[in-house]
């Protein structure tokens, strides 16, 4: 992951820095951007803007992690029925009632 700094004018004139990152995606393996405010202007803080790449960076870090949903191990002796059970079990609380059912 790396990360640039960037002076972004918004609506009002006023300018912002923010950090763009380049990471690649953990499942496309294709790169992807990402911009993350500092909330500081442009006039006069750019050396504390670059100091707070690094943290941007760090705390950033997650998006090149494969999200654990994506478990690449699955018991090779389980069934589809047990399988399905656990699945609908796991994203229960993410769907509608109506849906569940």
């Known amino acids: 992951m790396t990360g640039t700094l960037i002076a972004k004018q918004n609506s009002s004139g006023q300018s912002y820095y923010y950090v763009k990152l ?4 953990p499942l496309t393996h ?3 951007q990402k911009m993350v405010s500092t909330h500081m202007t442009a006039k006069g803080n ?3 803007a670059e100091s707070l790449k690094n943290e941007v960076i760090a705390k950033c870090s997650y998006l090149e992690q ?5 478990n690449t191990y699955i018991d090779p002796d ?3 029925c047990s399988y399905l059970e656990d699945w609908l079990r796991r994203k229960k609380g993410e ?3 109506s849906t569940y059912e």
Request: glycine share 4%; net charge positive.
């Open 22 to 25: 380049s990471y690649k995606g």
């Open 30 to 32: 294709k790169w992807k």
């Open 95 to 97: 769907l509608e009632r």
């Open 46 to 48: 750019k050396r504390k």
């Open 78 to 80: 389980i069934t589809l």
């Open 66 to 70: 494969v999200p654990d949903e994506y």
